[in-house]
């Protein structure tokens, strides 16, 4: 997921409605006549890109399993483009819709923006290699989930709908929940409960394809050697159990408003 700006301020709002404009600015949790609201606010301190992986490969000691110089394998040019063979970088980070290398903690560049973007980790650093270190890494990772490219694509593709249109649901519960009238709460309720159900899939395929491939911190080229290749989760997959916490806790308001209100 791609941010503009500095920092990212994400509000997940869950308002059935309520009689004035104060209960509107109510604390937390505020049961007053037939409203119930849960608020959460989370600040992101982040340049512009959310990950759901971080990925570091400043460590990669494909040298040693063959003892041969590397040359020519990293960059350290962060306007080159992705994907052309000029050089791996030292960070990659995976997002919903494109991913991004960096050379340093802060100098990289980032792929085109593309929906349901399938998350495809080996395919991204082996198009930066040059044509013989991407043949010696594919001797290295064969058989891992690391490199099933096609395993990883189809559910991160998966995986990015169940978190769309759970996003959808959840957008429209909010705005069914703010007219005063029992039916349109029930249908709050339905949506809220099916926008819980959806992002919980979608984040929990997100966690099982970052768990499956951190597999790879552990693999050694060769005797003694490990690869040194870190994978770790990102921020992107705790905002995602956090939306389905706060989806699944604001059920309850939703539910005894149904049960409630007689408007």
Known sequence: MYVRG?????????????????HLISPLWNFHGNSQRLR??????????IALLTSTFSSYALYQAFQDPI???????????????LGLRQEY?????SYCAYVNGSAGSCS???????FEPYSAITADMLQNYSQYS????????????SYLGYNSHVAYYFLLFGTLFAFLSLLTGVLRHTFLFFISAALAILSTIFILIGAAIWTSLVKKAEGVNTLQIS?????????????GIYLSWAAFACLAASIVPYLISCCTYRG
């Open 6 to 22: 500095r920092s990212l301020m994400v509000t997940i709002l869950s308002t059935p409605a309520g009689r004035t404009n104060q």
């Open 112 to 118: 085109n923006h593309t929906v349901a973007s399938r």
């Open 223 to 235: 005797s003694g050697v490990p690869d040194g290749i870190s994978m770790s989760y990102g921020t």
């Open 40 to 49: 959460l606010w989370v600040k992101i301190l982040t340049r512009r890109f």
């Open 71 to 85: 040359q020519g394998l990293y960059t350290d040019d962060a306007s080159l483009p992705l994907g052309q063979g």
């Open 93 to 97: 980070k995976f997002g919903l819709y």
């Open 138 to 149: 594919d001797y290295i990772f064969v058989d891992t989930t690391f490199k099933n490219s």
